[in-house]
């Protein structure tokens, strides 16, 4: 499991494609074919998203245990956003309060993550 947590690379794929497929799902007819279809293939990048998440956190968590357990938190709400999003507009609900958190907590989860000492100097 050493190649999960080598680097950033396959999370950061994971997400960033993750996030690409969400808004493709999003902006779909809702009774076609390729929503459903992308839904399902978002939901393997989700599982994807967690496990390299996971394999970076347990390899990383002995320099900042607390900020690196609060990114992961706020990661699962961000996952918990899109489909929270995906499924009110399924069932023609209004989304725009989960618009909202979702696009609140991608902020914060990347602001953390390339923050942290394994993520990119952006903001240094």
Do not use: C
Request: hydrophobic fraction near 60%; avoid cysteine.
């Amino acid at each position: 499991m050493d190649f999960l947590s080598n680097s950033t690379h396959l999370h950061i794929f994971s997400w960033v494609v993750g996030i690409i497929m969400f808004l493709i799902a999003a902006t779909q007819p809702l009774d076609s074919k390729g929503r459903k279809i992308t839904k399902m293939v978002l939901r393997v990048f989700y599982i994807l998203i967690i496990i390299t998440g996971v394999a970076l956190f347990i390899r990383y968590m002995n320099i900042n245990a607390a900020l690196y357990g609060v990114k992961f938190v706020f990661g699962i709400v961000t996952i918990g956003m899109m489909e929270m999003v995906l499924a009110r507009q399924s069932k023609s609900k209004p989304t725009q309060l989960f618009w909202i958190l979702f696009v609140v907590s991608v902020l914060i989860t990347m602001f953390l993550g390339f923050k942290l000492p394994i993520g990119l100097d952006f903001f240094a």
